[in-house]
Each structure stands twice: as structure tokens, then as C-alpha cells.
């Protein structure tokens, strides 16, 4: 079994819907990210967390440490939110999900 | 500020011989991480280093090696490439405030493919 859980494997969405990855992980954590890849490889953190929640623009991350969980919401998809979401864990030595490939259309 | 740097973008090599990749974190940045992604195996931890020092370093044989220099690059070497050694190799930098210390931020790869 992975250290870092991801679900769904692929996700389709209609423009505008609301969108939710979820992450579980088995191993003490000091951080979660959550990243965005995008075709061509780059990647961009979107999130670090500790706790509690976070919020940029229409993306949410929340985390529960006692359920080991995270959830990366995205309201009002659009079509360039289509890219692979990987949940990470650690610092400087990161354990990945798998990802989530989202495809949203128009 | 400039982000992080990878050079080279593509490289192709044949079986056994060596290959050498550069990055170059953002300005300030003195911890730097590699990672490698394939298709099987997704995104795997290589080595980290901070101040010149490995402070970290993940399930991978000793043909993975690296290094970081006072100006805080880093290089990454693998030698007696093997056709699985094939994969995107990201390097992440971070540290470079305190509110936001250990966020990573990722260079745009170097993508190797072994023959």
C-alpha cells in the first residue's frame, strides 16, 4: 500500500461544476502539498498545509490530521483547470500520490 | 525573480554511459530536491541537499549521485545509464522566507531518455 492514497484516478467535469480530490496518507506528516502539472511536465504547488484549510482564488485545500485526509476543491471548474493534481507529503522529500488527472470541458 | 532552472531540457543517451544535469534554484534558495517521474512509477524522491550537504536521500541505487556548490546549484549524476533510468528529473529549491520556508518550488525538468 502507498504512503499517500489519491482518489479519483481520472476525473471529468462539465465547465463550472465543483471539483473534489481527495488524499489520504498513512505516515506522520509535517506538511501536505498539493501540485498541479500541467502537459510538458512543469509543476506549480498550489497548496502547503499543516492544518486547517486554505483558500487561492477557487481552489480550497482543507486537511484532517486525526483522519490522515486532505481534499482539494475547485469551484466553478473552468477548462484550463484540465491538468494531473498530486497530493504530496513531507518537506524537502516528498512522497506523491499518484494523481489525478482532470479534464474539465467546455 | 528568476525560478528555478534545469539545463539541459533533453538529453539522449545510450546504455552505460553517464549523464550529468544542472539546477539552478531561485536566488536565495538554499535547499534543492530531485525527483524523477515515470510513467510506471510517477514521481519518486531522488536526494535532497542543503548546504552543500545531503540532508536527505531516497530508495535509489548509487549510480544516482548529486552535488551542490556554494552558490547553492546543484548537479545530478547517473552513471551506467540503464534504459530504465528513461524519465522526467524535476529539481524542486525552497527556503526563502519564513512564512513560507519550506514551500518547493520546481524547475521545468530535463527530460532523458536512454537508448
Known amino acids: 500500500k502507498n504512503e499517500v492514497e489519491q482518489s479519483p484516478q481520472n476525473l471529468t467535469a462539465q465547465e463550472g461544476e465543483f471539483i473534489t480530490i481527495n488524499c489520504s496518507y498513512s505516515v506522520g506528516i509535517s506538511a501536505l502539498h498539493w501540485l498541479q502539472q500541467h502537459p510538458g511536465g512543469g509543476i506549480v504547488s498550489l497548496f502547503m498545509?499543516?492544518?486547517g484549510k486554505k483558500k487561492h482564488g477557487r481552489l480550497i485545500a482543507t486537511i484532517n490530521i486525526q483522519e490522515k485526509h486532505s481534499s482539494l476543491h475547485i469551484t466553478a471548474s473552468h477548462p484550463r483547470d484540465s491538468a494531473v493534481y498530486i497530493c504530496?507529503?513531507?518537506?524537502?522529500?516528498?512522497?506523491f500520490g499518484a494523481g489525478t488527472r482532470l479534464t474539465v470541458k467546455p | 525573480k528568476a525560478g528555478v532552472t534545469q539545463t539541459p531540457r533533453y538529453l539522449i543517451k545510450t546504455r552505460g554511459q553517464q549523464v550529468t544535469l544542472s539546477c539552478s534554484p531561485i536566488s536565495g534558495h538554499r535547499s534543492v530536491s530531485w525527483y524523477q517521474q515515470t510513467p510506471g512509477q510517477g514521481l519518486q524522491f531522488l536526494f535532497e541537499?542543503?548546504?552543500?550537504?545531503?540532508?536527505n536521500k531516497g530508495n535509489f541505487p548509487g549510480r544516482f549521485s548529486g552535488r551542490q556548490f556554494s552558490n547553492s546549484r546543484s548537479e545530478m549524476n547517473v552513471s551506467t545509464l540503464e534504459l530504465g533510468d528513461s524519465a522526467l528529473y524535476l529539481c524542486?529549491?525552497?527556503?526563502?522566507?519564513?512564512?513560507?520556508?519550506?514551500?518547493?518550488?520546481f524547475g521545468p525538468g530535463t527530460r532523458l531518455t536512454v537508448l
Open positions: 504530496a507529503v513531507g518537506e524537502h522529500d516528498m512522497r
Open positions: 498545509l499543516s492544518s
Open positions: 541537499y542543503f548546504s552543500e550537504t545531503q540532508r
Open positions: 524542486a529549491s525552497s527556503g526563502g522566507g519564513i512564512s513560507s520556508y519550506n514551500e518547493q518550488f
